[in-house]
């Protein structure tokens, strides 16, 4: 069992940025490739970015193309999502997910629980 815990969340004005970070809790996230997705109010949840577990190779969905990024950093088991130029629809729950690079958040076997990313027009 792998339990993810997201961090760096929060409050920012339209065109700032964040960093999204999740690390495993009692578990080494090497070998899992990983995944990041949002959920908005009323909304379903939807992909935002996929990294395979080497890092070696990366998708963005085209909303976020150019202004996110998603890295790891294997020697301390950690996953990250560096989101710039932020926009008011960039606005909700964020999740990191491990276990596949699929776009399916279905096909995800672990999940964080989320942090909150709000953007203030």
């Known amino acids: 069992q792998v339990q993810l815990v997201e961090s760096g969340g929060g409050l920012v004005q339209a065109g700032g940025s964040l960093r999204l970070s999740c690390a495993p809790s009692?578990?080494?996230?090497?070998?899992?490739?990983m995944g990041w997705f949002r959920q908005a109010p009323g909304k379903e949840r939807e992909f935002v970015a996929v990294?395979?577990?080497?890092?070696?190779?990366?998708k963005h969905a085209d909303s976020v193309k150019g202004r996110f990024t998603i890295s790891r950093d294997n020697a301390k088991n950690t996953l990250f999502l560096q989101m710039n130029s932020l926009k008011p629809e960039d606005t909700a729950v964020y999740y990191c997910?491990?276990?596949?690079?699929?776009?399916?958040?279905?096909?995800?076997?672990?999940w964080g629980q989320g942090t909150q990313v709000t953007v203030s027009s």
């Open positions: 009692g578990r080494t996230l090497l070998r899992y490739d």
């Open positions: 990294i395979t577990w080497s890092g070696g190779s990366t």
């Open positions: 997910a491990a276990g596949t690079t699929s776009y399916i958040s279905g096909y995800y076997n672990y």
